[in-house]
């Protein structure tokens, strides 16, 4: 015989306060289950599940309040100092001889190119381009809160027995500069215990396989009971149904959000971020090598400062970096400082060398880049690839 689940009205009342008090999980009925699919149970926790703790009054379940503001500093923020004199802007030169080996390692690393025109075109000239990449980054911290919920196995209730410390009053363990990191905080004083919002607190929830009803329609005899003819379906003894493996027949499983427990504590959970918010200038460079393709390199560093706050970058040979660090600069300290507390900036400028090398290869010129520490090597036209394929 088919069996129907029990099923309850949803009348509990959340939001209210819960001071020190332990409810008592004993009292609950273990096979009472929570309303079946396509009545009016609920998939998120009620706004009045939640209790009004002064200071966090915009905290919402699951995020999406954004970040809290940090407070006005108490002391003056320090005037960024300039950093110190960079005189020697001077781009090395790449030999002819590296060039080479460099055009050479490319081409063998490509399995449709031959080694002829790396090893034996003619080098008609060579020409170094300055390019500078100017980086600042902003290490910032950012805090933002959020309801979160755990079954309830009688940990400590402290709600409403003090007042709950500010967002920013909360000490956490600020990483070592410039490495981003998470920090996940309980907040003292804003824990109480409610029922299960998907359960009801009765500790379990109908099974989704069966839809609580305990048995599923036998797939041997697709519910017949039968077979062939009059010959009895064995699988089931007949009844056309049989019991659901999921539920082992009960019709209900353990909740998964309280795992059976009827209760929940819920927190304020308080997310402390620590991000390292980057960002690159590179300068035009009229050499035809595309600015991505820099990204994947490194160059020479000719220029670093580290401080609370940075200053411009000045006196250095090229407009356009000095323009660059003003306006990054500017950027930064005024967006971040918005909704997040600077505690670290760092800038710095690399000479990147750019090497246009032109060749001759079988009566035709050709171009290719050698680029970056890494002697990296592009080139869009080389003369000697073929079509591969795998049999």
Same mark, same amino acid.
Not at 63 to 77: A, D, E, M, Q, R
Not at 98 to 103: C, D, K, P, V
Not at 207 to 220: A, D, L, P, T
């Given at each position: 015989?088919?069996?129907?689940?029990?099923?309850?009205?949803?009348?509990?009342?959340?939001? #209210?306060?819960?001071?020190?008090?332990?409810?008592?999980?004993?009292?609950?009925?273990?096979?009472?289950?929570?309303?079946?699919?396509?009545?009016?149970?609920?998939?998120?926790?009620?706004?009045?599940?939640?209790?009004?703790?002064?200071?966090?009054?915009?905290?919402?379940?699951?995020?999406?309040?954004?970040?809290?503001?940090?407070?006005?500093?108490?002391?003056?923020?320090?005037?960024?100092?300039?950093?110190?004199?960079?005189?020697?802007?001077?781009?090395?030169?790449?030999?002819?001889?590296?060039?080479?080996?460099?055009?050479?390692?490319?081409?063998?690393?490509?399995?449709?190119?031959?080694?002829?025109?790396?090893?034996?075109?003619?080098? #008609?000239?060579?020409?170094?381009?300055?390019?500078?990449?100017?980086?600042?980054?902003?290490?910032?911290?950012?805090?933002?809160?959020?309801?979160?919920?755990?079954?309830? #196995?009688?940990?400590?209730?402290?709600?409403?027995?003090?007042?709950?410390?500010?967002?920013?009053?909360?000490?956490?363990?600020?990483?070592?500069?410039?490495?981003?990191?998470?920090?996940?905080?309980?907040?003292?004083?804003?824990?109480?215990?409610?029922?299960?919002?998907?359960?009801?607190?009765?500790?379990?929830?109908?099974?989704?396989?069966?839809?609580?009803?305990?048995?599923?329609?036998?797939?041997?005899?697709?519910?017949?009971?039968?077979?062939?003819?009059?010959?009895?379906?064995?699988?089931?003894?007949?009844? /056309?149904?049989?019991?659901?493996?999921?539920?082992?027949?009960?019709?209900?499983?353990?909740?998964?959000?309280?795992?059976?427990? /009827?209760?929940?504590?819920?927190?304020?959970?308080?997310?402390?971020?620590?991000?390292?918010?980057?960002?690159?200038?590179?300068?035009?460079?009229?050499?035809? =090598?595309?600015?991505?393709?820099?990204?994947?390199?490194?160059?020479?560093?000719?220029?670093?400062?580290?401080?609370?706050?940075?200053?411009?970058?000045?006196?250095?040979?090229?407009?356009?970096?000095?323009?660059?660090?003003?306006?990054?600069?500017?950027?930064?300290?005024?967006?971040?400082?918005?909704?997040?507390?600077?505690?670290?900036?760092?800038?710095?400028?690399? =000479?990147?060398?750019?090497?246009?090398?032109?060749?001759?290869?079988?009566?035709?010129?050709?171009?290719?880049?050698?680029?970056?520490?890494?002697?990296?090597?592009?080139?869009?036209?080389?003369?000697?690839?073929?079509?591969?394929?795998?049999?």
């Amino acid at each position: 015989m088919e069996r129907t689940p029990i099923v309850s009205d949803y009348g509990f009342n959340y939001g #209210t306060p819960n001071p020190g008090y332990v409810p008592s999980a004993a009292a609950v009925p273990a096979m009472a289950t929570a309303p079946a699919a396509g009545t009016n149970a609920p998939s998120a926790p009620p706004a009045s599940m939640f209790d009004n703790v002064p200071g966090y009054e915009g905290t919402v379940a699951g995020g999406g309040g954004g970040y809290l503001p940090p407070p006005v500093p108490t002391v003056p923020i320090p005037v960024p100092e300039p950093g110190p004199a960079q005189p020697n802007w001077h781009i090395p030169s790449i030999t002819e001889e590296a060039a080479r080996e460099a055009f050479v390692s490319y081409a063998s690393s490509k399995c449709c190119y031959s080694t002829g025109p790396a090893k034996d075109g003619v080098i #008609t000239s060579m020409e170094p381009f300055n390019t500078y990449r100017y980086r600042l980054e902003t290490f910032t911290e950012s805090r933002s809160t959020e309801w979160s919920q755990e079954p309830y #196995t009688n940990q400590p209730v402290d709600g409403f027995i003090q007042r709950a410390p500010g967002p920013w009053e909360i000490a956490a363990q600020t990483p070592t500069f410039f490495q981003e990191n998470t920090q996940n905080i309980r907040v003292p004083y804003t824990s109480s215990v409610k029922p299960c919002h998907i359960c009801l607190g009765m500790r379990r929830t109908p099974c989704k396989e069966c839809v609580g009803c305990g048995s599923k329609v036998c797939w041997v005899c697709n519910g017949s009971g039968f077979r062939h003819g009059n010959d009895r379906c064995m699988h089931c003894s007949g009844r /056309g149904r049989e019991n659901c493996n999921w539920c082992s027949g009960r019709g209900s499983n353990d909740c998964q959000t309280c795992c059976g427990k /009827g209760q929940l504590l819920v927190f304020i959970n308080l997310k402390v971020q620590w991000t390292n918010n980057k960002e690159d200038f590179v300068v035009e460079q009229l050499s035809g =090598l595309r600015v991505e393709n820099l990204s994947k390199v490194s160059g020479r560093e000719m220029f670093k400062d580290s401080q609370y706050m940075v200053y411009p970058v000045m006196g250095f040979p090229d407009h356009a970096v000095a323009q660059a660090s003003e306006r990054l600069v500017r950027e930064h300290q005024s967006k971040f400082l918005q909704t997040a507390r600077i505690l670290q900036q760092r800038h710095t400028i690399e =000479l990147i060398p750019v090497t246009r090398v032109t060749y001759s290869w079988k009566g035709k010129s050709h171009v290719y880049f050698v680029f970056g520490n890494e002697m990296n090597v592009n080139t869009d036209d080389y003369p000697a690839t073929c079509c591969c394929s795998v049999m």
